[in-house]
């Protein structure tokens, strides 16, 4: 899965302005849902998971 995961979230943040922070959590939401939405932004209702996930504060926490 982590290989996976990798691929994945490289692609997802390929445009991130704080790639670093981007893969980090992208790689939690991955590990935890085993899905990343397609492409660099949006598309969150492929993986409903990944979209529900929030932070202590409320807001999305996977990008």
């Known amino acids: 899965m982590a290989g996976f995961c990798a691929g994945k979230c490289k692609a997802r ?7 670093g922070r981007c893969i980090k959590y992208c790689g939690i939401c991955c590990q935890k849902c085993k899905c ?3 492409g660099t932004y949006g598309n969150k209702h492929q993986c409903p998971c990944y979209r ?3 932070n202590s504060k409320g807001r999305p926490k996977c990008p």
């Open 36 to 38: 990343v939405p397609s």
């Open 52 to 54: 529900d996930k929030k």
């Open 13 to 19: 943040c390929a445009r991130a302005g704080f790639q």
